[in-house]
């Protein structure tokens, strides 16, 4: 995003504020932000805005104001967090992020706010941040605080210009965006637990919302018994459930977290360091298994359970003031017996009532790396795909073999610290050379709920190009699919792909065409 001129924004929205869709037309054409403001939300921040850059002009009659101005970002959103800042002045060392409020707020609520802001800023290594509050009033006069510490200080407008003026812009193709990582935010418990279980993580709007709700219902035993959180890959899903389990741990319940996939080391760290929370593999349940201490019962990956053990925990739910929570998508199921199956007809054959929340933003990877995997994937939406070019997310190697593809990502995992993700691997049959690859451990299985900044993995003769479209030879496990092995492999990425094809040159051809595209008109 780029930075604007103040002055201007505000002369311009009082010039257009009537005609408000052409001011934001205007105004995304010269931030080059990717959403348009709304209306809705904008023009009450804007008129606060003016009531500031009014006050700061009577303040400076004399003084060059314009320069004063300069480098300013409205509204702006952390790439992929949907992390709002109302507004910033800063160049690459420094930033001034002021909170706008159109109205009165309790001092406690935009202390917490700004101290969150603050960790944002911290994460994006301004050398000085300063925080400022701004609140407008009845008479259009504003109060202006500084955050110091744990409290919100009077200032005057002077003292803010002087704070404002330390800050000289960058160049005026300063792009904040180059600032922040999203991988600095985007905390996975099951990749990185220790700073999961120091709340170095935050959950967006949509995320925080249902997390209130789920949790309000569940502890005023309201007569949902259920509630189920869809979303695909990359929307938060696990990051959701296990906050959520952590704070229902808190506040005295007995929760238990069954996950349907591999017990890895970092299941054992969250466990060990949370009270009154148990996480177990799904292999756990059967008959003897005793849901009876359990107050909530959690199910991440629950696309994979079988009917029986959803059946038990049914019983369980039916039995008692228990409640369970379970994260779902369809589309990561793994294996023919996994599509085959159907949660949703379970839940309603004990008639357990359940509420759907659907996680609809996808906030693990970037927009170009999304496109990419839409359009490699063949995904719903590629068509409207034209126009690509993730050269810079997506590195593309090719060698002879599955065992040169084998030392390649060893390297890779080695020197350049990808995840290197092979294909899960057939206990009783041999095919593709995908055995070969296997030598870690951490396969398209392993890493179910798990994210990485960098992954790489090596496709070879197992896939096929037919029509511009991937097609894919049976695994030498009847059971599954390779189509989805490659789907729950490849979206673990949070910055970047490394695909390395062997023994395959239509795919590295078709791998190219997706990596960058440019239409023909």
Known sequence: MKSCNLYTLIKQYMLLKNKFDIFAEFEQYNSQREDRLKKKSASLELETIACLVNI???KMRDEDVLKLFEGFFYSYNIPQ????????????????????KSGYKDDDDIIKQ?????????????????????????????????LVGEELIKKDIGELCEELKEILPGDLNYDLDTKFDPSVYLVSPLSSPERFLNNEYFLTQQQGEIKKEII???????KDKMHIIEGGAGTGKTLLIYSIGISLSKSGKRVLIIHCGQITIEHATIEEKVKDLTIISIASIDENY??????????????????????????????????ALMCYDKEQKLSESEINRDQFKTLCDFNIKYKKYKLTNKIRTNKSLANFIKLFLGLKGYQDIKVIDASNEVKVYYVRDAKEARELAQYLEKELSYQFIPFTTSKYTMGYGIDCLHYHGKDTHYVLGKEYAKVAMALGNQIKVIDGRLRYYPHPCSNYKFERLLLEGITRAQKSIALIIYDNPNLLHYTLSCVKRIEIV
């Open 81 to 100: 967090i949907a992390k709002e800042f109302d507004l910033i002045k800063a160049n690459n060392e420094e930033a001034i992020n002021i909170e706008i």
């Open 290 to 323: 005793n849901l009876e201490p359990y107050d909530v019962i959690i199910i991440d990956e629950a696309q994979r359970i079988y009917d029986k053990q959803l059946e038990l925990i049914c019983l369980r739910l039916n039995d008692s003031t228990s409640s």
């Open 216 to 222: 309000k219902s569940i502890s005023t035993d309201e």
């Open 114 to 146: 700004l101290k969150q802001n603050l960790i944002y800023l911290k994460g994006a290594s301004f050398k000085k941040i300063v925080e400022y509050s701004i609140m407008r009033q009845e008479d259009n006069q504003i109060l202006i605080r500084k």
């Open 56 to 58: 700061i002009n009577q």
